[in-house]
């Protein structure tokens, strides 16, 4: 079995070191000069004032670590010192281990001690005074209320205000420490906001030109190649600007708290299916809006308005990349009359081979849209349901008005 290391006793503190010599020294200085506090009680000799200075001195260099073995072996030195004739460095020193009990001590010790110290005054001040039965009596209590009491209140005060202080760079550590979780998760938060807008904003438009080129290059008739090259310019003029909107609201801090004045709405849905219609030509999906909200109703919250927008947009573009021919169907639906009901978005495209050619995602879209949705609070359900026509791919979202209107 390993052995285990051996542990050797702490060293004392270098205060308490000089504290203890300086006692031992004014203690040596007073008993050669004489100036005893009292005289010796009960025959005993004097100089048993100096065992007890340097025990009482040699108990200072426990002060901190064992307050309460230095505070006994004080107890006995000071019971000497008092029967010997008594010297006031003692006395002073014996302060101090009373007042590094209470300060370096366990909790209970440092509870206890201040209340032995009343005790041992009351019965100081009550004893004397009922055996000599005069008022002069009462000053052996203040005595060693000045000597006991009054060290251990100080300990108290300087210990609580210690632990009130180390309790505060605790919290303020804490505070710190969630302050700086805040940022990072709202670094991070703002990091996907900004890939959600930027992959919304450009993947359409990157997926058109994707496919219009793969399709110029395999078309044989200069007149679709013109086209789709046509096609392709405008995109790439489109997704370019998009870019430089979006690099500007980066760089404009006044907006960096609310959502871009030029962000997206549902009334640009029109131009956003004329776009996807200009670009569906290799695919052959045609692409048609349903607008089934009651007349009249009111506006929707911005957020929700741009989520929706950008959910039909991605919807949109992975229909370009991914369905086969037919009919790709937007629909919009509000509840008449239902204020705190929920926008429901429904996009629906062919499912199945397609004869253009078929341009790889990274899956990010859906990410992005159940990102969406759920900062919303609602629901989105994706992927192939049964149609009129056969098996179709099926984007549908909820997203609730109740925090918004």
Request: glycine content about 10%.
């Amino acid at each position: 079995m390993p052995s285990r290391p051996h542990r050797h006793p702490p060293r004392p503190h270098r205060d308490d070191v000089l504290i203890g010599l300086a006692g031992a020294l004014g203690g040596a200085l007073l008993w050669t000069l004489g100036l005893h506090n009292n005289p010796p009680f009960f025959g005993t000799p004097q100089w048993l004032g100096l065992v007890a200075m340097v025990t009482i001195s040699g108990a200072e260099l426990l002060r901190r670590t064992a307050p309460v073995a230095g505070l006994g072996i004080g107890t006995a030195a000071v019971a000497m010192d008092l029967c010997s004739g008594g010297l006031a460095s003692t006395l002073l020193l014996y302060t101090d281990l009373i007042y590094a009990g209470v300060r370096y001590g366990t909790p209970a010790t440092a509870r206890r001690l201040p209340r032995l110290c009343v005790l041992v005054t009351a019965v100081a001040t009550v004893v004397p005074l009922a055996v000599v039965r005069e008022p002069w009596a009462l000053l052996i209590g203040m005595f060693v209320a000045v000597f006991t009491i009054s060290p251990a209140w100080t300990g108290v005060l300087v210990r609580n205000h210690r632990e009130e202080a180390a309790a505060a760079r605790l919290e303020a550590e804490r505070v710190a420490l969630l302050a700086e979780l805040d940022r990072r998760e709202a670094v991070t938060a703002e990091r996907a906001r900004m890939a959600r807008e930027l992959h919304d904003m450009v993947a359409g438009h990157l997926s058109a030109i994707a496919i219009h080129s793969t399709a110029a290059q395999t078309l044989k008739d200069p007149a679709a190649t013109e086209e789709a090259l046509g096609v392709i310019r405008e995109n790439s003029v489109r997704g370019l600007a998009e870019m430089r909107r979006l690099i500007g609201l980066l760089r404009d801090a006044r907006d960096e708290d609310h959502e871009p004045s030029a962000a997206p709405t549902l009334g640009a849905l029109d131009s956003l299916l004329e776009r996807a219609r200009s670009s569906s030509a290799p695919g052959g999906q045609d692409f048609v809006l349903y607008d089934e909200r009651p007349a009249g109703s009111a506006p929707l919250p911005a957020p929700v308005e741009l989520a929706a927008y950008r959910i039909v947009q991605e919807s949109l573009t992975n229909a370009l990349k991914h369905a086969g021919p037919g009919r790709v169907d937007v629909t919009l639906t509000h509840p008449p009359g239902d204020r705190d009901g929920a926008l429901e978005v429904s996009v629906t495209s062919p499912y199945g081979d397609r004869p253009a050619p078929r341009v790889l995602g990274s899956g990010t879209g859906l990410i992005g849209m159940r990102e969406r949705v759920t900062l919303l609070g609602g629901t989105l359900d994706t992927g192939p349901v049964p149609g009129p026509s056969g098996t179709v791919w099926r984007v549908r979202a909820a997203l609730p008005l109740g925090d918004g209107s």
